[in-house]
C-alpha cells in the first residue's frame, strides 16, 4: 500500500497557453495566487483569454501558464472578499523566467508581478505622479 502513494508518480500539467506557440518559442511561466482573502490571475495576454477549465467555484486558476517573451498587455484579475478589479498593463516577460502575480497589500488596489528566477518584483499599474 505505501508503494501506491508515491509521491514521484504524480505528473505535473502542462502550462496552458494564451495562443498558439511552437515547443522551443522562447517563453516564461505564470503562476497565479489563490488564498483565503484574495484570489489573482492572469485573464488575457494581448487579448487574448487564458483558456482556464471551469470548475465548481469559477476558472480553475491552479494551472501555470506559458506566455511568449517580450513585452505584452495582460490584464490581471484580483478577486477577494466580493470585490473584483481588473487591471490591464504592459509587461515585459523575460524568456526562461518564472513569475508569480499576487495581489499587492490589504486594501492595495495593485498587483505584485515577482520574477522568481531574477528575485525582483515590481507593483503594477504604477502610480500616476501628480
Known amino acids: ?49 487564458v483558456p482556464y477549465a471551469p470548475n465548481l467555484l469559477g476558472p480553475n486558476i491552479s494551472q501555470r501558464v506559458r506566455v511568449p517573451a517580450g513585452p505584452h498587455v495582460v490584464q490581471v484579475n484580483v478577486d477577494g472578499q466580493n470585490i473584483v478589479f481588473f487591471w490591464t498593463f504592459p509587461y515585459d516577460f523575460v524568456a526562461g523566467h518564472e513569475y508569480r502575480l499576487d495581489h499587492a497589500g490589504a486594501f492595495d488596489q495593485h498587483v505584485r508581478v515577482k520574477d522568481e528566477t531574477a528575485g525582483t518584483s515590481v507593483v503594477l499599474p504604477k502610480e500616476k505622479k501628480k
Do not use: E, H, W
Not at 505505501?2 to 502542462?14: D, E, H, N, Y
Not at 498558439?20 to 492572469?42: E, H
Open 1 to 49: 500500500m505505501i508503494g501506491l502513494c508515491g509521491c514521484g508518480s504524480v505528473k505535473r500539467a502542462p502550462p496552458l497557453t494564451t495562443y498558439p506557440m511552437a515547443a522551443d518559442s522562447p517563453s516564461a511561466i505564470v503562476r497565479n495566487t489563490g488564498g483565503i482573502a484574495f484570489s489573482t490571475y492572469l485573464v488575457s495576454v494581448d487579448g487574448n483569454q
